[in-house]
């Protein structure tokens, strides 16, 4: 499986950013995508996640200015991110795990396959 995070970029503060993250290979049947996001110094952290339900959830510090969306056609998630702030600089990943109805989309060590990576700099 492979997952190929595009749309980084450096952008002003209040600005916009979409991110898509493709997967191709060997895929499961179902399966749950999250986006997470890691700047310097610090550990990677949960942004949004989108199961196979579509009931997403978002990290509270971009609840109202991101939104996760998926095309299952496309093998395709995106993230949407609007308002950005300096804080949500960052690389951020995407990562594709079996779908689990019963398990929250935040846990990092449940996603089995990760993208590359995109730099997300926001200015100030």
């Known amino acids: 499986v492979q997952l190929q995070a595009s749309g980084g970029g450096l952008v002003q503060t209040g600005g916009s950013l979409r991110l898509s993250c493709a997967v191709s290979?060997?895929?499961?049947?179902?399966?749950?995508m999250g986006w997470f996001r890691q700047a310097p110094g610090k550990e990677r952290e949960f942004v949004a996640d989108i199961p196979w339900s579509d009931m997403t959830d978002y990290a509270d510090s971009v609840k109202g200015r991101f939104t996760v969306s998926r095309d299952n056609a496309k093998n395709t998630v995106y993230l949407q991110m609007n308002s950005l702030k300096p804080e949500d600089t960052a690389a951020y990943y995407c990562?594709?795990?079996?779908?689990?109805?019963?398990?929250?989309?935040?846990?990092?060590?449940?996603?089995?396959?990760w993208g590359q990576g995109t730099q997300v700099t926001v200015s100030s």
């Open positions: 990562a594709v795990r079996p779908s689990r109805p019963l398990l929250s989309g935040t846990l990092i060590d449940e996603y089995k396959y």
């Open positions: 290979g060997r895929t499961f049947s179902n399966y749950d």
